[in-house]
């Protein structure tokens, strides 16, 4: 088992910057990838970024590109998500996942991750 918690969220104006941070425990080095989702109120929980464990390979939702930026601290088992230039849009609670499985085709899909965090909240205003 993986046990993730974040932490950092909070409530901005836009244009301000946040970053969250996931704190991993349990049996981390089984994890191939570790990502950011978000879920605004009556919307599906939607792909932010995601990060590979091995490679560091870094992957992005295009509404994000430029603007977030995903990091993991495998000494520590932390990944942290940059957030520069919030917008209102960008409102919603934002929980860490992880996932054993290789099949990175996958990695923006919920279902393709294991393991979640309680969420969240960052809220941002006009």
């Known amino acids: 088992q993986v046990q993730l918690a974040e932490s950092g969220g909070g409530l901005k104006q836009a244009g301000d910057s946040l970053r969250l941070s996931c704190a991993a425990s349990?049996?981390?080095?089984?994890?191939?990838?570790m990502g950011w989702f978000r879920q605004a109120p009556g919307k599906e929980r939607e792909f932010v970024a995601a990060?590979?464990?091995?490679?560091?390979?870094?992957y992005y939702q295009d509404s994000v590109k430029g603007r977030f930026t995903i990091s993991r601290d495998s000494a520590k088992n932390m990944v942290y998500l940059q957030m520069n230039s919030l917008k209102p849009e960008d409102t919603a609670v934002y929980y860490c996942?992880?996932?054993?499985?290789?099949?990175?085709?996958?990695?923006?899909?919920?279902?393709?991750?294991?393991?979640w965090g309680q969420g969240t909240q960052v809220t941002v205003s006009s």
């Open positions: 996942a992880a996932t054993n499985s290789l099949n990175i085709l996958n990695i923006h899909l919920a279902s393709y991750y294991n393991y």
């Open positions: 349990g049996r981390t080095f089984s994890t191939y990838v």
């Open positions: 990060v590979t464990t091995t490679t560091s390979i870094t």
